[in-house]
């Protein structure tokens, strides 16, 4: 008993996403907290908090609702003057806000600079990898791919910052994205060495694919129909896209469904195909809308 939110913690947040759906440690993770609480082992118990709203965000909860329960995380952690933690929550509120188009985002708590520099004041890499990381992703939603692709380069191997946690999955699928997007718009060789350095991440989602992840299956469905765009195979690319976002929808993962229809319809509309580029469009919007990120819809409708 002394020991089980320190094994919930390991165990779901580190061996099970490999073979289980991240929605599947939902539960376990809230129970190794209260495991923690009473026997006092406070650092597992806020560790299964930080790492419950890294699922929660990234299994396409509703935003509205996942701003109140991170909220509610944060002063918890205040509560128990766990600052390490708490910084480890806040770049997932930062997101969430920032997605939502709250105002004055940054009034309370900073920006994703500030806490970059905690961070790297305090020499707390996991939290560095999770900063730099959010704001990748959120470059994506925004599809500022140029300032993605130097972040990418800035940041460097960031799976070393997450061990065996899910974030260095996200991370690969992630890089391998930039990496086409990036080739698509360089020139000969840098062309080449940014293909090269996606190929080289999706080779290894598909290893975790072909073992059993099926937190990938949408992932390796996404760089798989980019790097077919890449390369000129345009039915590759459509029917990738499509079951992407088929198998995004299925677990529920609405930003992962948006982001599969928007890149399926960037693909349809250079392709001179406004129809289906337009369905692609409205159905991305739609998941977005969905999802509660009105700061990305309101860009997207203007």
């Known amino acids: 008993q002394a020991i089980k939110a320190r094994f919930i913690f390991l165990s779901e947040g580190c061996v099970m996403h490999w073979t289980a759906p991240l929605q599947s440690s939902f539960a376990p993770f809230l129970k190794g907290y209260q495991a923690g609480l009473e026997t006092g082992d406070t650092d597992s118990a806020c560790w299964c908090l930080t790492v419950r709203c890294q699922y929660l965000f990234y299994s396409g909860r509703s935003l509205e609702g996942l701003q109140r329960e991170i909220s509610t995380y944060i002063d918890i952690l205040s509560q128990l003057n766990l600052e390490s933690h708490k910084q480890g929550v806040l770049p997932f509120l930062l997101a969430v806000m920032k997605l939502r188009g709250v105002d004055d985002v940054t009034q309370e708590y900073g920006d994703f600079d500030d806490m970059l520099k905690v ?25 500022d791919w140029e300032r993605a692709s130097e972040m990418l380069v800035k940041a460097g191997n960031l799976r070393r910052s997450s061990p065996g946690g899910f974030l260095g999955v996200r991370f690969t699928a992630l890089d391998a994205l930039i990496s086409f997007k990036a080739a698509r718009a360089s020139p000969f060789f840098a062309r080449m060495k940014w293909k090269k350095r996606g190929v080289k991440s999706m080779k290894l989602l598909q290893s975790w694919v072909k073992k059993g992840n099926g937190n990938a299956v949408h992932l390796l469905y996404i760089v798989s129909a980019q790097l077919a765009v890449l390369e000129g195979k345009r039915k590759k690319a459509e029917e990738g896209f499509k079951s992407a976002a088929k198998v995004a929808a299925r677990n529920g993962l609405l930003q ?35 999802w509660g990120a009105k700061a990305k819809v309101a860009v997207e409708t203007e």
């Open 256 to 290: 992962d469904k948006a982001l599969a229809h928007e890149l399926a319809g960037a693909h349809f509309t250079a392709q001179g195909d406004t129809f289906w580029g337009d369905h692609h469009k409205e159905s991305s919007q739609q998941a977005y809308s969905d």
């Open 119 to 143: 961070a790297i004041e305090t020499g707390n890499a996991t939290n560095r990898g999770r900063i730099i990381f959010l704001q990748m992703e959120l470059l994506v939603v925004s599809k």
